[in-house]
Structures are given as C-alpha cells and as structure tokens.
Antibody, heavy 120, light 113 residues
Framework: EVQLVESGGGLVQPGRSLKLSCLAS????????MNWIRQAPGKGLEWVAS????????YYADTVKGRFTISRDNAKNTLYLQMTSLRSEDTALYYC?????????????WGQGASVTVSS | DIVMTQSPSSLAVSAGETVTINCKSS????????????LAWYQQKPGQSPKLLIY???TRESGVPDRFIGSGSGTDFTLTISSVQAEDLADYYC?????????FGSGTKLEIK
C-alpha cells in the first residue's frame, strides 16, 4: 500500500523557517517524481513545487520561488520542503503527493497533510 | 501561466441525478504531438486528502466508478457524475497537467439534497 506521511508542521512566526518531511513507503520512491501542494484554510488547492525522481528537474510556484526549497533523499525515501521567510499567506495544509509517472504531471497518491500556521 | 476556471462553484442535487461540472483553461491543453488533452479531475471529500479521478481528460484512474465521466478537448472540459450517490459529497477540482506551473481550478462543492 502506498503511504505518504508528512511531518514537521506547526506554528511559526512570520519571517522564520520551517522544514517539512514526507516519508514514503509501499513503492519504489526513487522511481517517482514528487510534489508539494498546499491548501489554505477553506480554500482550494495550490501547487507549490515539484522534483523529479533523480532531483534533476525542480520547479516552483512563483509565490514561493526564492523562499522554499524542495529536495529529496532517495536512500531515506523522504521528500523535504524547506520553507524560509514565511509569511501569513503561507498558512496552509501542505500535502506531499506522488507524480503518477514520467509522462503525466498528475498526482496519484497524497499524504494526509502537515499543517503550517504562520502567525505572531 | 494557464488559468483554470471552474463552474459552478457549488451545486446541490438529489441522489440519482446527473451532475455536470465545467472547467475552462486559458489556453489549449491539447498536445499536437499525441492529440491528448492534459486535464485531470480530483475529488476531495470532507476532511480527506484529494483523490485522483481522471487524467488525460477522460481516462479514469484505477478503481474509480464508471459513473464518473470526463470529456472535452482544447480549452473546455466537463466532469459528469451520473446517478449521484450520497458518498459523492465532495469538492471537485480540475488541474491542467500540460505544463508548469501546474494550476488548479477553484473547485466545485457538490452537496446532496
């Protein structure tokens, strides 16, 4: 069974940093691209960042570019999102999601999410 | 960036009825190379993570009931749910998977009367 378990969320002050992790199991992690998608309270889905299976290709939404860094450790089956210079508008539930395959940029497996609240 | 416009934002139907949700993209999602449309639909039930229903506009993900039907081409797409059931209560989102940045529609809340 494919499982994605996010951790590292919490309450953080504006301007500070936070690092999310996503532990993958039930599939060969190193074969799949991965994504972070967020959902602000009561709002829709917003794609945040993507990373290819070998970390060769990385993409960011303009809203986080220069502040967030996506990375992965295939030996540890873990995806990361380093978030810096956090703003109140970054408050959201952050989902880790697996990319379906090499050809399609769709997410076929999602974690339960890590809650990030940016507030003083 | 490709802007995805979804309508309606919400709708309420009785069980057994057919529902249609629309999604329009600001540019064509049809690939000239393979003639495929790069549009996906997700379902998010209350308190749950999103679930992939359909990709390539009309290809159902494994295990998705056949009452969920995706259609459309170019810039106009539709998710049809035939014979709606109580368990279909959810938010539905379209997403273009044509190019980065990936973008979602604003969502459609489906309520069951």
């Amino acid at each position: 069974e494919v499982q994605l378990v996010e951790s590292g969320g919490g309450l953080v002050q504006p301007g500070r940093s936070l690092k999310l992790s996503c532990l993958a199991s039930g599939f060969t992690f190193s074969n799949y691209g991965m994504n972070w998608i967020r959902q602000a309270p009561g709002k829709g889905l917003e794609w945040v960042a993507s990373i290819s299976s070998s970390s060769s290709y990385i993409y960011y939404a303009d809203t986080v570019k220069g502040r967030f860094t996506i990375s992965r450790d295939n030996a540890k089956n873990t995806l990361y999102l380093q978030m810096t210079s956090l703003r109140s508008e970054d408050t959201a539930l952050y989902y880790c999601a697996r990319r379906m395959g090499p050809y399609y940029y769709v997410m076929d497996a999602w974690g339960q999410g890590a809650s990030v609240t940016v507030s003083s | 960036d490709i802007v995805m416009t979804q309508s309606p934002s919400s709708l309420a139907v009785s069980a057994g009825e057919t529902v249609t949700i629309n999604c329009k993209s600001s540019q064509s999602l049809l690939s000239s190379g393979n003639q495929k449309n790069y549009l996906a639909w997700y379902q998010q039930k209350p308190g749950q993570s999103p679930k992939l229903l359909i990709y390539l506009a009309s290809t159902r993900e494994s295990g998705v009931p056949d009452r969920f039907i995706g259609s459309g081409s170019g810039t106009d797409f539709t998710l049809t749910i035939s014979s709606v059931q109580a368990e279909d209560l959810a938010d539905y989102y379209c997403q273009q998977h044509y190019s980065y940045p990936l973008t979602f529609g604003s969502g459609t809340k489906l309520e069951i009367k």
